[in-house]
């Protein structure tokens, strides 16, 4: 079954609201067998609407809309699928009831043109809304289902959890499903796993291998497509063991792992503590690895050193060090990891550096980032370039910080073992 994704509001086109629905949407319908073949977004005009729902019917047989179901005049996604349709609407009573009721507990009168909303399709089903007054609707037109669902993101979600989802599954109940593995690596570059891969991508049929670049990481999609659960699960377990037989070693999740958590299982597997000094990247690999639940079982503090001041005050990095060698250094790095390392007694100290941009300082160019990792007996430190916008430097360099981090606690292991 071909599926088309209609996102509708001209912010989403300003680029004003990030999409999150689309990829909400089209991560479920994937999994459960329908091929999303296209997204669309249109703004809040009736022409450029239906000329879009016009061709969604003939490229697609599900038809999802998100937004356009509010009560303003802006909002009308309901009437030009109406419209599409050759259908007219009636006041559901049952709608009406419930969006008095949606606001008579808020302790406020219901707005006259929330009345819009209780209004419903000839020959639609509800798709009842618990947290919001826009409900879906479900509504079949010749050989075409069109699927129609609030914008508000957690009333999109409640909607498809407890009414849509469920539906699906039971109206194309033979349809088969489609699963997905995802496979973390770290520790090489794309092109490298691309080599690494390439025997097995050019021979994939289904399941599919699919490679992805992002921040400080690699994944590796598998997708199998099958007549059920179970005999797609047993077709990605028999493609990793495959893909593992050539990248096992730089595998250090699946699924939903990130490399915070991967952290903290190593510093948990080890009973040891980290602790962390951050200039450019103010405090973001804190944050980070705070993400993961129980991480106050190995992480000690953080301190964000932004100024030389906070460098020399709080954690002891000399003053004649940045005079000499200035804060973004491979000497300050170093102090900084050994100095907050000190400063709350962790077994790790780790420390970055840098210049996130967007223009040079100290004479240093944009992305020279330093980052060290301090133990008991060394103090690591590597020099990193990186070449995007601030806020996706900051990201990427705490990405690379806490996987050093990783490297370190393991590489110190591994001595201690030899």
């Given at each position: ?93 049952d ?8 606001f ?12 819009k ?63 997905s593995?995802?496979?973390?690596l ?56 495959q ?86 250094s ?16 962790s ?65 110190e ?6």
């Open positions: 079954m071909k599926a088309e994704i209609i996102t509708t509001g001209t912010e989403l086109l300003l680029g004003e609201i990030l999409n999150t629905n689309v990829q909400y949407l089209s991560r479920r319908l994937n999994s459960m067998g329908f091929d999303v073949l296209y997204h669309t977004t249109v703004g809040d005009n009736p022409e450029r609407m239906l000329a879009v729902l016009e061709k969604a019917m003939e490229r697609a047989d599900i038809i999802i809309t998100s937004g356009g179901l509010g009560p303003t005049r802006g909002d009308i996604t309901k009437e030009m699928v109406m419209q599409v349709c050759h259908t007219e609407s009636y006041l559901d009573l709608t009406w009831g419930r969006i008095d009721a949606y008579a507990k808020k302790g406020v009168c219901r707005p006259a043109n929330n009345d909303q209780a209004y419903v399709p000839l020959g639609a089903e509800i798709l009842q809304n618990d947290v919001g007054t826009a409900p879906g609707l479900w509504l079949e037109y010749q050989d075409k289902l069109f699927i129609l669902l609030p914008g508000p993101p957690s009333e999109l979600t409640d909607v498809c959890e407890k009414q849509l989802w469920p539906r699906l599954l039971r109206r194309f109940a033979d349809h088969g499903v489609i699963l593995r995802t496979l973390h770290r520790g090489l570059g794309e092109s490298l796993a691309a080599e690494k891969l390439d025997a097995l991508i050019m021979a994939q049929s289904n399941p599919t291998i699919a490679l992805y670049a992002r921040y400080g990481e690699i994944l590796v999609r598998l997708t199998a497509k099958a007549a059920g659960e179970a005999q797609a699960k047993a077709m990605l377990d028999t493609c990793e063991q893909v593992r037989q050539y990248v096992d070693e730089y595998i250090y999740g699946v699924d939903d792992a990130t490399l915070a958590a991967c952290l903290g299982q190593e510093l948990l597997k080890q009973g040891k503590t980290i602790a962390f000094a951050e200039s450019c990247s103010g405090g973001l690999a804190s944050s980070l690895v705070t993400d993961v639940p129980g991480s106050s079982e190995y992480l000690l503090g953080s301190v964000v050193t932004y100024t030389n001041m906070a460098k020399n005050k709080l954690i002891n990095v000399q003053q004649d060090t940045l005079s000499r060698y200035g804060a973004v491979r000497e300050t790095a170093c102090e900084m990891a050994a100095g907050v390392r000190r400063l709350l007694g077994d790790l100290g780790v420390s970055i550096t840098g210049n996130a941009g967007p223009s040079a300082s100290e004479g240093k160019p944009v992305g020279l980032v330093y980052i060290a990792v301090a133990t008991e007996d060394v103090v690591y430190c590597q020099e990193h370039r990186f070449a995007s916008t601030r806020t996706e430097n900051k990201l990427r360099i705490a990405l690379t910080a806490i996987s050093m981090a990783i490297d370190k606690l393991k590489e292991k591994k001595n201690k073992e030899a």
